[in-house]
């Protein structure tokens, strides 16, 4: 495996599955804290009316999703928030909304039909250098915006009422937040792909969940989880010769899962809840 790092494409990838895991891990403490898991899968699929938008325009496909998911998360806030429209029933609308015009823009633009496997499914290993740039400047967002506004965000994530009353403008922060999983979107689709994004979106912040209750330490654990899920995950692609998306998921999802029993099963000892208590 070692061998293999001296060339370009592996140290792509490695940096765009860093990249991906700091987004990540902070945006998706705020999905898993918030419950806006079903409105990210929107926001993601919705993503490739963006994809089909950035062919039929000539432009790069990942600059057509950024503005297409920006674009999809404002209408979802502002649809479910101003609206007597059902928040799934939006959500669901959007969804189909997005992939419609995906495959429209697509079937109109120029030339042959592109290859849409690695937008779908995501493909690490053939992360261009622009791409990089885009998801560190899109990291650099992020990372800028959530400083500035943890406590905000805090606030809005936990109690959103008491948020309300308190005078914080919960609908422009909560409209915000739907910003930041749209760009932590447009960073995920290179690494798993458009029907996977919300898989690792989730699963680091899930994971994360468990061990503690404070924000700050739960987003270093989740961008923690996030590296190893997606190093471990392209190990094995590369040595199995398998899909780098979908093993990334799988992997993330064995930990998680295993995760899960081992609390419980640590839950129901006696002896653990004894100790616990004299902590």
């Not at 406590?151 to 109690?159: A, I, N, P, Q």
């Not at 690792?200 to 404070?214: D, E, M, W, Y």
């Not at 993330?252 to 616990?276: C, E």
Request: hydrophobic letters at 60%.
């Amino acid at each position: 495996m070692l061998e293999v790092l001296q060339y370009q494409f592996m140290q792509n990838a490695l940096l765009a599955g860093l990249l991906a895991a700091i987004a990540c891990g902070i945006v998706g403490v705020y999905v898993v804290v918030k419950r806006v898991v079903f409105i990210s899968g929107g926001i993601a699929h919705a993503s490739f009316g963006g994809i089909g938008l950035g062919y039929l325009l000539g432009i790069n496909p990942v600059l057509g999703a950024m503005v297409f998911t920006v674009a999809s998360s404002l209408g979802i806030g502002l649809v479910t928030r101003r609206t007597r429209l059902p928040e799934d029933t939006a959500i669901g609308i959007l969804w189909a909304m997005g992939m419609a015009l995906g495959i429209i823009f697509i079937g109109l633009a120029p030339g042959y039909a592109p290859d849409l496997f690695s937008y779908l499914f995501g493909n690490i290993l053939t992360v261009p250098f622009f791409d990089l740039m885009l998801m560190l400047i899109l990291d650099v967002v992020i990372i800028v915006l959530v400083s500035l506004l943890y406590k905000e965000f805090l606030y809005v994530s936990f109690d959103e009422e008491f948020s309300t009353v308190s005078g914080v403008p919960t609908e422009s922060l909560y409209l915000l937040l739907l910003c930041l999983i749209a760009l932590t979107v447009v960073v995920l689709i290179r690494v798993v792909g458009i029907i996977l994004v919300i898989a690792l979106l989730t699963i680091p912040a899930a994971l994360a969940r468990q061990f503690t209750h404070s924000l700050k330490k739960m987003m270093l654990l989740a961008i923690s989880a996030g590296v190893v899920f997606i190093f471990s995950g392209l190990w094995i692609s590369y040595v199995l010769n398998l899909a780098s998306g979908a093993t990334i998921i799988l992997v993330s999802s064995t930990v998680l899962f295993i995760s899960f029993g081992i609390n419980k099963l640590r839950h129901r000892n006696p002896r653990y809840d004894r100790d616990a208590s004299t902590v």
